[in-house]
């Protein structure tokens, strides 16, 4: 079992930065691939962004392709996902999940098997 916290969520302007993190505990995610996502009232969970196991090989949304980046470090346990620029519509409940199959940046969340409570990103206009 895999469990993951995120945190690092807020208030933010227009404009703004911030820097979400994502801690696993219960087993070392060195051999998962790891994905964000995100889910706005109303919609549907999207993909924002992906990375491999090694942390060699990533994936974005083009919606935030050049704005965010996904990185992790296996020897914290731990995936981050720097976001800059930020616009209101980035606004949402942003979740960290880990998929067994390491290789993968998968934009599917069925392929992803451990999901965090998410943070609550808001971007003010």
């Known amino acids: 079992q895999v469990q993951l916290v995120e945190s690092g969520g807020g208030l933010v302007q227009a404009g703004g930065s911030l820097r979400l993190s994502c801690a696993a505990s219960g087993r070392t995610i060195s051999t998962y691939g790891m994905g964000w996502f995100r889910q706005a009232p109303g919609k549907e969970r999207e993909f924002v962004a992906a990375?491999?196991?090694?942390?060699?090989?990533?994936a974005y949304a083009d919606s935030v392709k050049g704005r965010f980046t996904i990185s992790r470090d296996n020897a914290k346990n731990a995936v981050y996902l720097q976001m800059n620029s930020l616009k209101p519509e980035d606004t949402a409940v942003y979740y960290c999940a880990a998929d067994p199959v390491g290789y993968r940046r998968s934009y599917s969340p069925q392929r992803y098997d451990y999901w965090g409570q998410g943070t609550q990103v808001t971007v003010s206009s």
């Open positions: 990375i491999s196991a090694g942390g060699g090989s990533t």
